[in-house]
């Protein structure tokens, strides 16, 4: 799963990717001291799982987070004060981590947290086997199983199917966020590829649909925890 810290503590921020990093369940983590940077980390990225300390929701560019911490499925607060955490109501919390952090509650919280995002995921499978887009001045349905890869075209996505494509006003993120995550991947800020329709990987490029596609360095290793290498 793709986790996120916030905390504006970097001892505390170093400590918690240290950790997760030892659970498998990690495939990647990054981390931000505030709202303002999480905000442009949270626009380009898919998440599963925030880590976010309850005082910085009360800091500058915490207003900017906030509709994007209210859609996600997993979230942990850390915090010194308890009392001071259970005031976050409106989030989808799952769980309270007291500072300082002890191992053994922490990775309890990552698995409790790896629990609803697989739950969600199968759910999401379940009612996501098609989707709808624009063509002109209809909608059709589009059987997510045909799509080779997405495409981001400035204010528009250009989704690539076996013989022809879609052309889409909207967002890679928005599509990467629809799209179900145990199927797609993102492999660089212009492309997400269906995992079953990945033809071969190179170092740096992998090829779908007989297109050649690049790999962005920082979203190689989430691509390499998805496949099966013999």
Do not use: W
């Not at 990647?28 to 998440?47: F, K, T, W």
């Not at 269906?194 to 962005?216: C, D, R, Y």
């Amino acid at each position: 799963m793709n986790c996120l810290i916030i905390d504006d503590d970097q001892h505390t921020r170093k400590t918690m990717t240290d950790l997760a990093l030892q659970s498998d369940i990690v495939s990647s983590i990054s981390n931000c001291s505030n709202g303002l940077e999480a905000y442009g980390h949270l626009q380009n990225n898919r998440l599963d799982v925030l880590l976010v300390d309850a005082k910085v929701l009360e800091l500058p560019g915490a207003d900017l987070i906030t509709r994007f911490i209210e859609g996600l499925p997993s979230v942990l607060v850390t915090s010194a004060d308890y009392e001071h955490s259970t005031k976050i109501s409106s989030l989808n919390v799952i769980d309270y981590v007291k500072k300082p952090l002890e191992v053994d509650r922490f990775m309890l919280a990552l698995a409790r947290a790896s629990v609803m995002v697989q739950a969600r995921q199968v759910l999401k499978k379940e009612e996501t086997d098609f989707i709808y887009v624009r063509d002109k001045t209809c909608f059709r349905r589009l059987n997510i199983n045909e799509v080779l890869y997405v495409e981001a075209m400035g204010d528009y996505v250009k989704i690539h199917l076996p013989n022809h494509f879609f052309l889409s006003h909207s967002t890679l993120k928005a599509v990467e966020d629809r799209l179900p995550s145990e199927l797609f991947i993102r492999i660089h800020r212009k492309y997400i590829v269906a995992l079953s329709k990945i033809e071969m990987i190179q170092e740096n490029a992998l090829i779908v649909g007989g297109t050649f596609l690049p790999i962005a360095e920082r979203h190689r290793k989430i691509l390499n925890n998805k496949i099966t290498i013999l």
